[in-house]
């Protein structure tokens, strides 16, 4: 039997589901019946993607109703996300399974952010020489961006890859934590540096590389404006930092065989 290198597709659960939901959700039809063509949706997203990609493993990853470190560090963390409709958060289990109809294994932790999992997953499998695809529409993924990691906007029908955080930051996917460290991000709530847009963020990444010379940088007496402001608000960008910096570490507590694809007849036992 021919060895293929292992390619591994995660699939960002909510992400997708919450996408394919407020489409159903705009149509003339009740909350059950969105639920039913959500249901239908998914599965037919699924085939689409494991045809497109090849993958040798799948796996679905699902944020549980965690209370994460950034919130336990910043309370004011994801503060203002609108809420997910009640319909669809009582029809997860349901959504659950059609994945596993699909023969995608599903990974939910009680205690970790669904980003900090696949950010794990990739980054373990691409230490091993191996690729990871990841799909979702979340630009925080970009950050993983190598020659074995990719990541896959869906309903954009786009790879969200190198040229593309060139074209949108002007800076490299290893600098985007720093660029966000400056910026913020307004979707999580996440405050940078005040008075430090994008546009300066990429200029200051451009001249110094990275946060740590920027901030050797904002000691000198000849200090630029910019660099001054982050000299105030050191703090507010080291937090910042450390805020949308995916861990990669995450104990899984299972091995890649347990979510090869196609899955393997002896799995269920």
């Known amino acids: 039997m021919q060895h293929l290198r292992p390619h ?20 003339a039809l009740t909350p059950a019946q ?9 599965i037919n997203t699924c085939k689409k993607l494991l045809t497109g990609s090849e993958p ?44 596993w109809e699909c023969g995608v294994d599903a990974l939910l932790s009680q205690t970790d952010e669904a980003d900090d999992l696949i950010a794990t997953l990739a980054s373990g499998i ?17 950050q993983l961006i190598c020659p074995q990691i990719r990541v896959r906007d869906y309903f954009n029908k786009r790879w969200l890859d190198e040229a593309f955080v060139q074209q949108q930051y ?14 913020g991000i307004g979707g999580s709530n ?9 546009k300066t963020a990429t200029q200051l990444l451009q001249q110094y590389g990275g946060l740590a010379a920027m901030l050797d ?15 105030q608000h050191r703090e507010d960008a080291l937090l910042a930092q450390r805020l949308v910096r995916l861990q990669q570490d995450i104990p899984l507590g299972f ?11 002896d799995s269920e036992a």
């Open 34 to 42: 969105a639920l039913i063509a959500t249901r239908a949706n998914l």
């Open 255 to 265: 091995n890649l065989r347990e979510i090869r694809y196609p899955p393997e007849p």
């Open 56 to 99: 040798t493993h799948v796996i679905a990853v699902f944020d549980g109703e965690v209370h994460s470190w950034r919130k336990e560090i910043y309370p004011a963390y994801k503060e203002g996300r609108t809420p997910m409709p009640q319909e669809l958060r009582e029809g997860l289990a349901d959504l659950q399974d059609a994945f």
């Open 8 to 27: 591994l597709l995660i699939i960002d659960a909510l992400n997708l589901i919450r996408r394919l939901h407020a489409v159903q959700a705009q149509q």
């Open 217 to 231: 940088a904002c000691q000198q007496e000849d200090a630029s404006k910019p660099l001054l402001k982050l000299r």
């Open 170 to 183: 002007g800076v490299a996917p290893a600098q985007l934590v720093d660029f966000w460290a400056l910026t």
């Open 190 to 198: 996440i405050k940078g540096v005040p008075g430090i847009g994008p």
């Open 126 to 142: 691409a230490q091993h020489g191996a690729r990871a695809t990841i799909i979702s529409t979340d630009k925080g993924f970009c």
